[in-house]
């Protein structure tokens, strides 16, 4: 975590306005709504616009499949030193099959363990895009050789996302939501 309390505390659900009860309203009554969406709703209109293309990124109409999704997300979060958001997608990495030496490894990045070369693709992806906001022509060609064009579309999408997520979450200050372990490589207080 890059700051030790929040700059901008999560809304308070028990006052909320009426655009931010609108910009809330997807999450119905499913439980507890996380610190993210509570802080974002300090601005209603955009929190409503961040939902649509997050929701996006996080469906079925992106066509790169869950487990390389959450790689990719992963490695974002990591290399933005975004405790919350790595804390998030452990758990959401775990539920789609992800190992915990698999989640330690993408810490490691690339070069780490032994990933498949598709795995190592997206890994390397996600590094080229965080350190030049750019994909290689060779890591292009690789990302190529296991995934269509739709797919390696869907993987820039998803790290640019996160990115602004990450971006979000460490200028913020968004705390971790309950149950949630900050990833010592990522306490940065």
């Not at 999450?27 to 709703?41: K, S």
């Not at 790169?64 to 998030?88: D, K």
């Amino acid at each position: 975590m890059r700051l030790s309390r929040a700059r901008i505390a999560p809304v308070d659900p028990a006052a909320l306005t009426e655009d931010q009860r609108a910009s809330l309203a997807p999450f119905g009554d499913r439980g507890p709504i996380f610190n993210i969406f509570l802080t974002l709703a300090h601005a209603p209109k955009a929190l409503t616009a961040f939902l649509g293309w997050g929701n996006y990124v996080l469906s079925r109409r992106n066509q790169l499949g869950v487990r390389e999704r959450e790689i990719a997300i992963l490695r974002t979060g990591f290399l933005c030193r975004s405790g919350y958001e790595f804390a998030q997608h452990v758990v959401i990495g775990k539920q789609v099959g992800l190992t915990d030496a698999e989640v330690a490894a993408i810490k490691a990045g690339p070069a780490g363990a032994t990933w498949s070369e598709a795995d190592r693709a997206l890994l390397r992806a996600a590094d080229e895009l965080h350190r030049d906001q750019f994909v290689t022509d060779a890591t292009w060609t690789e990302l190529g050789r296991h995934f269509d064009e739709r797919q390696c579309m869907d993987l820039v999408f998803t790290i640019g996302q996160y990115t602004q997520v990450s971006m979000m979450l460490n200028t913020f200050g968004v705390q971790l939501d309950d149950g949630l372990e900050l990833d010592p490589d990522l306490d940065g207080r």
